[in-house]
């Protein structure tokens, strides 16, 4: 019998850095809003700590959270399942 490499981070959220990409998105969003107001640096920095207080909110929650609240709010759909995340009961 063959030998099958599988590799061990198949089902982990895709990084970017060393951020997952729901926390760099967050930094990324407070960057963009810091440099409209003209606070750039203010504004990466506090990303980075909101990264870090969803980091902690991440913690005990399914990974992904920050999709599945996008999804649930309606913002965002996954391919291939229920269409919109503004349906809250499904009847067959």
């Known amino acids: 019998m063959e030998k099958i490499i ?3 981070y198949v089902d982990d959220p895709p990084q970017i850095l060393f951020f997952s990409l ?3 998105v ?3 969003m407070f960057a963009v809003l810091g440099e409209l107001w ?3 640096f203010p504004g990466i920095l506090m990303g980075i700590g909101m990264s ?3 980091k902690k909110l991440q913690e005990g929650a ?3 959270l920050l999709y599945h609240m996008l999804f649930w709010i309606g913002i965002v759909t ?3 399942y229920i269409s919109t995340g503004l349906i809250r ?3 067959e």
């Open 6 to 8: 599988i590799p061990r």
């Open 22 to 24: 729901d926390e760099f």
């Open 26 to 28: 967050l930094i990324m």
């Open 38 to 40: 003209g606070m750039l």
């Open 52 to 54: 870090k207080l969803f």
């Open 62 to 64: 399914m990974p992904g």
């Open 78 to 80: 996954f391919k291939g």
């Open 89 to 91: 009961e499904i009847y």
